[in-house]
Each structure stands twice: as C-alpha cells, then as structure tokens.
C-alpha cells in the first residue's frame, strides 16, 4: 500500500493523537465498521479520539475519516467535521451519530462521499484486501475553515491547505474477508 494521503501536501507540525477504540496500525473493532457491511456487530459508531500538543496559534480543529484504499480511484472519505473550537481536545466514542450528539457546540459534520452527515464506518469490498483508515486531527489558524454545509471533504482539505499549522494522525486497517 503506497498511496500516503500526505504525500503531496505541505510539511506542518506533527502532535499527539490517540484512542481509546482504536489503535495504531491495528485493525478497527467491529463497532466502527459500518453497518452496510456484512459484519455482524458493526455501528457505524465513530471512535473516540483524544489530542494533545497542537500547534501555538491554533484557533480550531477539524476531524477527518479517510480510506484511500476504497476501489475508487479517489478513496472514500468516512467523515468530516468543521469548527472544532480549539479548546477542545476530545471527541468521545460515538461523537459522529446522526444528531452530531457527542460535538461540541458550533461545529458540523460536512457531508461524506456517501452524502450522510455522519460517520460511516468501514466496509471494505470482501475480498478486496485490507485497508487503512486515517483518522485525522487538523489544527487551523482560524476558528471557522468557512465552508459552505455541504462541502465535500475533498474542498474542506483544499480549503485547509493554507490554514492547517499541524496534524496528529492515528491509522486502523480494516478487511472483510
């Protein structure tokens, strides 16, 4: 697997991300594997994620969910959310439901590729092999990115790319055999 989804961006700072769900390098739990998917047990629930040592200057957080592994030439981006205010430093288990439950208050989950404001779990094609889950904290310089509701993820990380100070990165597999 040798596509990095950062390989073409610019270098910024690197902090801590970390969970309690999910682990570096490791495959994702049954629970945040999405419902559409023929495993049983699977949530759609988005994982808890905890950050720390952002950048100085940072004014707000965007959270990312990307698979660019998914047999579409693009990828496939699992979830996106805005305006994250920079005095936060945790999203807990579940965060990304459909009512934005678990978000703190002035932020807002973008459409992902399957037009769903919400998180939507793993569902590698069976067979298809395994596939990396970035799950992504972005620190930006200003406390709203200034996209428009319904975005797609792919504008919001064009719209970031000057903005973003630092980034914290936590990697899941997930495969369907």
């Known amino acids: 697997m040798n596509n990095n989804p950062f390989s073409k961006l610019p270098e910024v700072a690197i902090f801590q991300l970390e969970s309690n769900d999910i682990m570096e390098g490791h495959p994702l739990p049954t629970q945040h594997y999405s ?4 495993l049983e047990g699977s949530k759609d629930l988005s994982p808890h ?7 100085d200057g940072t004014k707000s957080f965007v959270v990312t969910a990307y698979d660019p592994d998914a047999p579409t030439g693009s990828g496939l981006w699992h979830w996106a959310v805005i305006n994250i205010p920079a005095s936060v430093t945790e999203l807990p ?3 990304g439901d459909e009512y934005s439950s678990g978000l703190p208050q002035g932020s807002l989950q973008l459409p992902n590729d399957l037009r769903l404001e919400r998180f939507i779990g793993a569902a590698p ?9 970035y799950f992504v904290v972005h620190a930006l310089d200003v406390e ?18 000057s903005h973003t100070l630092g980034r914290a990165v936590l990697m899941a597999t997930g495969e369907i055999k």
């Open 35 to 38: 419902e559409m998917s023929t």
């Open 144 to 161: 709203n990115i200034s996209v428009a509701p319904n975005s797609t993820p792919a504008l919001l990380g064009f719209t970031m790319l």
């Open 93 to 95: 288990t579940g965060a």
């Open 49 to 55: 994620l905890k950050w720390s040592g952002a950048p």
């Open 125 to 133: 094609p069976a067979g298809h092999g395994p596939h990396r889950y």
